[in-house]
């Protein structure tokens, strides 16, 4: 296999990009080697500018859940370019998938559209302190919510719960009301309303896909949306990774919560730059114009983004993958297993319907420690095997897989033979 159009575009990449790349997650920090460049993807398969073709396991990190390139997206795209690709205006496009995304979340009465998860996140913390008159915010260690200041805080080190931030400039100013507390630990946020009395609100990720995958133990989330409620404050649930994932509609319903605010985008882009945050009435109303919060955007709902995601949403509930995603995903863990088992290399996979990785390590993995207790080194054996092999995979021990509907019994006799090339080369690597 040969990668040289990659490394030469690589190279002039360089030049007058940040390392090549407009989102660090592209770079191959982590597994060594240089990123590959992509020419198209079809379907399951992504091609890269040296013709090597492979099943594609990232789906741009979540939103091709039909697949690359569908016929029915891209008719719709065709059509809504036709009649302009922005006007700072209402259309109809947008009251369409407003619906759409409504009908899907019981506790979501209204949505306001905006062009990244990033952006859903940091408005819809916005709004919970506008409701709430509170200032104060939970997160949970390796738990993912975009690039806004306050929520990059240093995220699973002992120092965690000193809210150190983890970026460069990062005032801390920016996070002193950012509270720290570890997933699948009940005890944890309930120590900080012992400490304080003005927090405004949890967020979580309903099943965390940013550690690698971890999934709420018993009925922590239950349990968490109750106790919040008995203090008056508010569930945010990061649902721009699991949206539409498992379900057409949220996780928080397959977990039987109802968040009060749910954050969203990938999936509901289809592969256009949407993301949205929603929430009953009472709430919403808040939100300018109705409300005395501020929340704006130029491209905010962009004609081009709407019709792919109306587009995207209407094939994905039609086709109604999730039951074909629920078995294929578990052919894909026992795949993964067996060939570890095979090899005698230590792995855990967990995995939520169509999200799902493995890990090198012996632990079970329920929150953020537990994760980093993987073997990286091996990680980025498997991952360069694997890509060899045809698999495209995110190039991070603590990144999800992702399965399209557009996965093959063949695409699964690819991904078999990958695995067992891979594992057989983690088992052969020198402690
Ligand atoms: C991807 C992601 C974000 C950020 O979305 P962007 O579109 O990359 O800004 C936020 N929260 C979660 C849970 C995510 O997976």
């Known amino acids: 296999m040969k990668f040289s159009k990659s490394q030469k575009l690589y190279e002039k990449g360089l030049v007058n990009l940040v390392g090549a790349v407009n989102s660090p997650?592209?770079?191959?920090?982590?597994?060594?080697?240089?990123?590959?460049?992509?020419?198209?993807?079809?379907?399951?398969?992504?091609?890269?500018?040296?013709g090597n073709e492979y099943l594609d396991l990232v789906l741009s990190y979540g939103p091709m859940v039909i697949g690359h390139r569908h016929k029915k997206v891209q008719k719709a795209v065709h059509k809504a370019l036709k009649n302009g690709y922005s006007f700072g205006a209402s259309t109809e496009n947008e009251i369409k998938l407003a619906k759409i995304v409504c009908d899907a979340f019981?506790?979501?009465?209204?949505?306001?559209?905006?062009?990244?998860?990033?952006?859903?996140?940091?408005?819809?913390?916005r709004l919970a302190r506008a409701f709430t008159g509170k200032d104060k915010i939970i997160?949970?260690?390796g738990c993912y919510h975009g690039h806004q200041d306050a929520l990059l805080v240093a995220a699973g080190s002992g120092l965690a719960t000193l809210s150190l931030p983890g970026s460069l400039g990062v005032p801390e100013g920016a996070v002193k009301n950012t509270l720290i507390a570890e997933y699948n630990n009940l005890e944890s946020v309930k120590a900080h309303f012992e400490n304080h009395d003005d927090i405004a609100a949890v967020i979580i990720e309903p099943i965390c896909g940013n550690?690698?995958?971890?999934?709420?133990?018993?009925?922590?989330?239950?349990?968490?949306?109750?106790?919040?409620?008995?203090k008056g404050a508010l569930l945010i649930a990061d649902e721009v990774m699991t949206g539409f994932r498992s379900k057409f509609g949220g996780a928080q319903e397959l977990l039987g919560v109802e968040?009060?605010?749910?954050?969203?985008?990938?999936?509901?882009?289809?592969?256009?730059?949407?993301?949205?945050?929603?929430?009953r009435n009472k709430i919403m109303e808040k939100v300018a114009p109705l409300g005395g919060m501020y929340q704006a955007g130029t491209l905010s709902g962009n004609p081009i983004a709407m019709a792919g995601g109306i587009s995207t949403l209407t094939e994905l509930k039609r086709q109604n993958p999730y039951q074909k995603f629920d078995e294929i995903g578990a052919i894909l863990e026992v795949i993964l297993l067996e060939t570890a088992k095979k090899y005698n290399v230590d792995l855990v996979v967990n995995r939520f319907g169509s999200?799902?990785?493995?890990?090198?390590?012996?632990?079970?993995?329920?929150?953020?420690?537990?994760?980093?207790?993987?073997?990286?080194?091996?990680?980025?054996?498997?991952?360069?095997?694997m890509i060899k092999n045809g698999v495209f995979l995110p190039p991070?021990?603590?990144?999800?897989?992702?399965?399209?509907?557009?996965?093959?019994?063949?695409?699964?006799?690819?991904?078999?033979?990958?695995?067992?090339?891979?594992?057989?080369?983690?088992?052969q690597m020198e402690n």
């Open 25 to 50: 997650v592209r770079a191959f920090a982590s597994v060594g080697g240089n990123p590959l460049f992509i020419k198209k993807a079809k379907g399951s398969k992504i091609i890269d500018v040296d």
């Open 106 to 125: 019981p506790g979501m009465d209204k949505v306001r559209f905006v062009n990244s998860g990033t952006e859903a996140v940091l408005s819809g913390i």
């Open 139 to 141: 997160k949970f260690s």
């Open 211 to 230: 550690m690698g995958v971890a999934i709420p133990q018993d009925n922590f989330l239950k349990e968490l949306k109750d106790f919040l409620t008995s």
């Open 259 to 279: 968040a009060d605010i749910t954050c969203l985008g990938k999936v509901i882009g289809g592969g256009f730059p949407v993301g949205a945050y929603g929430a």
């Open 355 to 385: 999200m799902m990785n493995p890990f090198f390590t012996k632990n079970q993995v329920t929150n953020f420690k537990d994760a980093q207790t993987s073997d990286t080194k091996k990680f980025a054996v498997f991952f360069w095997e």
């Open 396 to 427: 991070s021990q603590f990144e999800a897989w992702f399965l399209s509907s557009a996965i093959s019994e063949k695409d699964i006799k690819i991904f078999a033979n990958a695995v067992d090339k891979s594992m057989l080369a983690v088992s």
